[in-house]
């Protein structure tokens, strides 16, 4: 049975029921997303204070069949966020839930509503001189909440890993209007199926996220940054090995980074220092945060001798400042806005078992060539086995030229992950955007299991509709 | 519509469709649990060799209403394993799918089949000189489907998490026999919904875990151990956070042991050597696992120093060696012996916010003494809030006087840790014996959002029946 639009005559009547100004027509921020891809229908959109009032709003769209689109900061990169064809959903958005409700230090616990953005939350922690350690690039914008249901990665992950892991427990109003109230603030939990974990990362399908018991963090007491010069993406997974062996946790980021991210640099943006006299053909950007009274250098160069004498690394530059941490970040942080520069005709955002990660490389050059002449900018969270697979034309060519080669790069680069194990979405989710990718290479008893919760749970199906499950 | 009975006829046709000696009648070790609270009812046992016969064997049973009885080491404490009555289910031991399937070092990823017994996973892990954190008290007979399907504690969750947090993909049989294929070794996936994280701790009720693809980690360089003697709970949480902003991840064991535990240790197992000179109220067993070229009594002696500094250490003891060490772990693991000698009244397996563990354990004295005169032994992982909060007869009383104050006892623990925040089954789970506590203390719409699920992906509910949710 279709939904029905969130019209006027739905929009009226629900706002007679909630307190004054909790409804009003979108306006256009709410409709864009941060790629351009999409433009979201006009409508309505409900602004709530307090859970009770989520309630009141999910409670009244499953009486009238009406879908609902949770918003949080709006800059997730698959559509999740967007709806781009009626019948209209009322837009929720979380942004007048921002409190940061409490923050226990002893526990390394804060608790936070929806609506909190990302940067305040970790400015909350460290006040506590606690570590909020989930941070990426949109995290002065990005709301928990948006952040939990798209199970968000990030640049810590190795050390501290995704969304979910950061979190003990929810708040949430489930499709039928019933509030969840389940903000425990535990480490163990052992009654019953982890309706917690179903939620995080079900993208807003499920119900709507309204507060999280989040897990904190001690700050580690000291910082080390290297870019150490590799052979090749195998030994750069050899000597992630070797480092975590001698640092074990310590070792809190290990990112990729290949020439042509260099090349793409000295191209695009000439005015970002490069480290290497001589540009190596891979290197790594590992980054330490250490217990008290260990020394940073000395850490740093006992993995990089180390790496030196086990043949995995030919070259090395270590932070003598934190100035020159950040120079050594900047690399790595601008290698996007080059490759944006530049133009690329397919992006990618997979995975792949760590030690699949250097055939995947290579076969995946390989395939590619049989598809035309391309340049591969690839690079990302070596550590976490998830890279940035992108795909530009041969140099003095624009991306413009090679549109009608897009969706054959894509099938070949989606192909070759899938054969290898790998995801096709490995930290930004299915949205709407990736639901065809999702249909065709995930494994169908698992895709069946998610339907029937998705019909179970969600009967009137009204819970951002068209996003990850198709009607 | 109730179940059918897994009787001889329903065997015998089974038994033609599957290769040989797969199905026979049940031993008596299949019907006993660990602590003898019930008899299984007696009938057939199906023992498949891969997951193709599984499958077979889920089909069977979903397309004749047979209940089935996912087995596997036996030694569950809440009868989750254990069907007391009928009709009888087919009990689906998994034994003999034991194999360590592949190693991974470089990925820190070890698959093994779900009959795999938990020491043969540590021992095939630490071969290839890497850790497999989970570890407990019945490693040598619990294979991995059953912990998983707990989602089992243990000692090292301070450090690692629970099991649900070592796996990074399963293999496994759904209610309706589909395979699902989701073996990943990816430390990012976000295509769909968290099934994984569903069936870990569904205690066999929304399918059959086959395999699973487990987390490894690094081996500490090098272990320290030290038992402090602390002013109180409260000081000894104010520990743990100190050692955590001195060493993070590194504190791998954290553990709180009372007066009365040393007490019983004396009263019951005089044998065991007491540590200090005067016995301190409270004292806490730490555990560090450090990097390379840390030395562990220079980390310990900091953190005792510290401690003592800030008031909140009063005496301590640093072990001088590995038999040392030991000695101390002994002191911790031999209060249960201690315990059963004595008999308790009731146990609990009880967590909480860490914050409120100080009140908690207050508290609960004055509430009991108004149930009458008993003896309180709190000990557990105090790094997770998870107290072992056990209660005896005054001193030259039996436990068989106060069985018509057992339920009272444990109403009154439960009442107090649900009033604060915490779960009546840290890490035990619910199986069959915490059937009412779920019901009693789970939030509502959790409760009603399990039962959707369970209905959704095991519509004739064949899959362990009367295991947490009531048929």
Redesign the interface.
Known sequence: MPLNPADDAFAEALSRALPEGRLRRAEPRYLEEPRGRWQGISGWVALPRTVEEVSAIVRACNDARVGLLPYGGGTGLVGGQIAPEGPAPLILSLERMSAIRAI??????LVAEAGAVLADVQAAALEA?RLFPLSLASEGTARIGGLLS??A?GVN??RY??A??QVLGLEAV?PDG?????L????????????R??L???EGT?GVITAAALKL?????ATGTALLAVQSPAAA??LL?LA???????VSAFELIGRMGFDFLAEALPEVRQPFAETPAWCVLVEL?L????DPEAALA?LFTAGMEAGLVNDGLLAQSEAQAQQFWEIRERIPEANRAIGAIASHDV?????ALPEFIETGLARLAQVGDFRVNCFG?L????LHYNVFPPKGRKKQEYLDVRADVQRCVHDLVNEM??????????GRL?VP??ER??????????R??K???DPAGIMNPGA?IRG
Chains 1, 2 share one sequence.
């Open positions: 226990y230090p002893e526990e390394n616990v001189n798209t199970n990665g992950v190795l890993g995704n979910r892991e489930l019933t509030v969840w109230h389940g425990k603030r535990l480490r163990k939990d052992n009654t019953g199926y982890d309706l974990g179903l995080l990362g079900a499920l963090s001690p700050v580690p007491a997974l050899s090995a975590r062996e001698q640092l074990g946790e310590m945060g217990a008290q009274g260990m006992a995975s792949l078992p760590l030690s969270h550590g976490d086995g998830n194990g790998g995801s096709v979405s490995a930290e930004h989710g299915i990736k990718d999702l290479y995930s494994d169908p008893a698992k895709l069946a299991a998610m029937s919760i019909a179970a749970l990850v």
